[in-house]
């Protein structure tokens, strides 16, 4: 169960990414955090696995106090959170596989990797994690010589080296065409369906909001301005949709089947 | 669209047409800048102001002796009545079509003439024909003048190769003058080439005080047992040890062999190179020379001299780029914004070292080296230091920002995983920053090889150092074959480099 507690976080430029945020996520739970670009949706995220700093406030996870942790502590927590991004993050020259790898180093001994050795269980690992995504066949291509859809897919398999227990989705599908969305997040929710992993994901379609969501909160400048269950945001109307994103939104498709108002 | 019409009223004429063609005629573009075209008019009369400026110092430039600014303009025009007229008859032209452009301008159609930024270009291009004395029927006349250097330099490889030289000679002494015991002509020894003269002794050529020669006694000389049907060249020395060629007529003096081996021939006894302290009778030789051409080809010492400078030349190269790299990278991570925008501390230091090497970098290596030089003297180490200070200030500009470009995205991402720092970089920063740096490094390399071609003019060794004292030898044969070796290095360089390139990046 993972607790955030009053979190702000204000840059040093004084902008207040975050006021007093308080939520709780169930183990098993698909949290979906919505809100404007700016809103500090990817400041939360990052700050549940200290990427960013909080300014003040608390994450308990398992019990465990994430803001507190330290060096090695915070880096045993860290390998247990999984983190996919928008731009997929990969190392664009080097292989898929060595991306894929790079999850792993958390588990591994600090010199061998530096050298890229690795432990032969976890190379095939690497090639299940592939393989269950789909795109064992491009383990040895450069990792810019894929399609937007397969390196996110990569991404996923980097998070999935983790063996963790959350996974942390920065807007996964917004630099994807919308027809990938799905698939993109299929694989998220067969994580959440059958390993009962955690998911928080920031996303921006309604229809796969509704489609996906466990429970949704919602963002606008750095507070939270809405919680809902699964059967509330299934109910949700436009007009609740449009105090959260504002006035000037326009709801659109994310994809095929799904239907949407103009 | 509305906004475009008022935009266009806004910028209607001040004056009617008349008065601003009037204005331009007074000051060109004055008409232009009350047809609110301030642009225009302010291109105008730059235009002409400069026009006129530079015609009146070439006008003086062609006249400097004479005294009136008019007798300067009708000896200009004298000299060069092409260019003189062509320039006052268009600043005319472009005078008058001034007042027609503000005219036009003016007026409420409100479209100027464009042939005046034409007339404008025409202007200074016939200016600039001038002021840099370009001069076509010269390059045209003169240019089988090159032929003979030119065709050295493309096909100098005659000079490349070489034969070992073989010299069968006799001598036969020469009294210079005549005394009372004139030398014996040498002894006959069997099989060995024999020269006589006839006589012993004799005057030298002399000028007398008209500067005109007084030929010297003409000796008849006898040689046997000299190689059959051969080219014999005859020397002279004198007592102190100088050998010459004697000539006459210009031409220096040969004779065939016969069949036999043996010749004769006249020849008169070459003009004094004594000095005239040098009195009595001095004893001189004149000898006859059979030089031939034995053994294999071998390589010739512009050859040989120019692999040994080209292998010094890649090497030159090679470890300014060397010590370049060594240098440059710590330097790059000061001058590298994203790494230094920490405090202001950091930050001056950032601007100190991006200031200081633009700086290094704008002054060309060859000044460089001129400083080194100097400083360690004449040779391949000046070269060195000349382009690893260079290469030190274009390398570190090039890896910063290399380092600027990194994506964050994998570093976030990798941290993310739990990776410790080492980790981090490893798997985030190095693969990102490889491919930039070796690419950079050996771009250099290929400039480096290229430039060490060139610091040898200036003293820094390597090829350039022999070219340049080929060309000013006027040994173009020589400086052919230098120059043939640089550009097969460059061209292999160029390709390997681009290759290596291409592999990784």
């Known amino acids: 169960m993972l607790e955030v507690k009053n979190l702000t976080k204000i840059y040093d430029d004084g902008t207040v990414a975050l006021r007093d945020v308080s939520f709780t996520v169930e183990e098993g739970d698909f949290l979906i955090i919505i809100g404007l670009s700016g809103s500090g949706k990817s400041t939360l995220l990052r700050c549940i696995n200290r990427l960013i700093e909080p300014t003040e406030g608390q994450i308990l996870w398992n019990g465990e106090d994430i803001t507190a942790a330290d060096g090695k502590k915070l880096r045993r927590i860290r390998r247990r959170i999984g983190m996919v991004f928008q731009h997929f993050n990969l190392v664009r020259r080097s292989t898929v596989m060595e991306n894929v790898l790079g999850g792993r180093l958390g588990y591994v001994r600090q010199w061998p990797s530096v050298l890229r050795q690795f432990p032969k269980q976890d190379r095939q690992k690497a090639r299940a994690a592939l393989e269950r995504l789909g795109i064992a066949d491009q383990a040895h291509k450069r990792a810019d010589e894929l399609s937007g859809g397969q390196q996110q897919r990569v991404g996923i398999a980097r998070a999935l080296m983790q063996d963790p227990e959350m996974i942390l989705a920065d807007e996964p599908v917004a630099s994807l065409d919308p027809v990938l969305a799905h698939s993109i997040l299929n694989r998220l929710e067969e994580l959440n369906r059958q390993e009962d992993m955690t998911i928080l994901c920031s996303l921006h379609y309604l229809d796969l909001i509704q489609e996906y969501a466990s429970r949704v909160i919602g963002l606008r400048a750095g507070e939270i301005v809405y919680r809902g269950s699964r059967e509330q945001i299934r109910a949700m109307t436009d007009e609740e949709f449009k105090d959260i994103y504002g006035e000037e939104a326009v709801r659109v498709s994310a994809g095929p089947g799904e239907g949407g108002l103009s | ?505």
């Open chain 2, 1 to 505: 669209m509305v906004t475009r019409t008022t935009q266009e009223e806004s910028k209607r004429s001040l004056v009617s047409p008349p008065v601003a063609a009037g204005a331009s005629v007074v000051l060109p573009g004055l008409g232009q800048l009350l047809a609110r075209k301030l642009w225009r008019g302010v291109l105008i009369l730059g235009s002409v102001i400069s026009v006129l400026g530079l015609l009146a110092w070439r006008i003086d430039a062609l006249a400097r002796r004479e005294p009136t600014a008019m007798a300067k303009l009708a000896r200009a025009f004298e000299r060069r009545p092409v260019f003189v007229g062509l320039m006052i008859g268009a600043t005319v032209f472009l005078w008058l079509l001034n007042a027609l452009d503000a005219y036009r301008l003016a007026h409420p159609e409100h479209r100027g003439v464009f042939w005046v930024f034409l007339l404008i270009l025409v202007l200074f291009f016939t200016l600039g024909w001038q002021i840099s004395e370009i001069d076509m029927r010269k390059a045209v006349t003169e240019l089988p003048d090159t032929w003979p250097l030119f065709s050295r330099v493309m096909w100098p490889w005659e000079a490349a190769v070489t034969r070992r030289t073989e010299t069968v000679s006799a001598r036969a002494p020469i009294q210079s003058p005549c005394a009372e015991d004139p030398p014996e002509p040498p002894e006959r020894t069997s099989g060995e080439p024999y020269l006589r003269a006839e006589p012993t002794c004799g005057d030298l050529s002399e000028l007398d005080e008209n500067n005109d020669i007084i030929p010297g006694t003409t000796l008849t000389l006898i040689g046997e047992n000299f190689e059959p049907s051969t080219e014999t060249q005859i020397w002279w020395e004198d007592p102190i040890g100088n050998e010459f060629r004697i000539r006459q007529e210009g031409e220096y003096v040969t004779v065939m062999t016969d069949d036999a081996g043996s010749f004769q021939l006249e020849v008169r006894m070459p003009y004094r190179l004594l000095p005239p302290s040098a009195e009595g009778p001095q004893v001189h030789y004149v000898e006859a020379r059979q030089v031939s051409d034995v053994g294999p080809p071998i390589p010739a010492e512009p050859l040989l001299l120019s692999i040994e400078r080209m292998i010094e030349t890649i090497f030159l190269g090679m470890m300014a780029t060397f010590f370049g790299i060594i240098f440059a990278v710590p330097i790059s991570f000061l001058a590298a914004r994203n790494l230094m925008s920490g405090t202001w501390f950091s930050m001056g230091i950032y601007y100190v070292t991006r200031g200081v090497m633009n700086i290094v970098r704008s002054i060309e290596p060859l000044i460089w080296v001129t400083i080194a030089v100097q400083w360690v003297g004449l040779g391949p180490f000046p070269g060195i230091i000349a382009l690893t200070i260079h290469t030190i200030a274009a390398l570190g500009k090039l890896y910063s920002e290399a380092i600027e470009g990194i994506d964050p995205g994998p570093i976030e991402a990798i941290q993310a995983t739990g990776a410790t720092r080492l980790q981090t970089i490893a798997f985030a920063v190095v693969p990102q920053m490889i491919p930039p740096f070796v690419s950079f490094s050996i771009y250099r390399w290929d400039i480096n090889v290229r430039m060490s071609t060139v610091v040898g003019l200036v003293g820094g060794g390597g090829i350039g150092f022999i070219l340049i004292q080929y060309i000013r030898l006027l040994n173009f044969r020589a400086a052919g074959i230098a120059v043939w070796f640089i550009a097969i290095t460059v061209a292999i360089l160029d390709y390997v480099s681009a290759e290596i390139r291409e592999r990784f990046v």
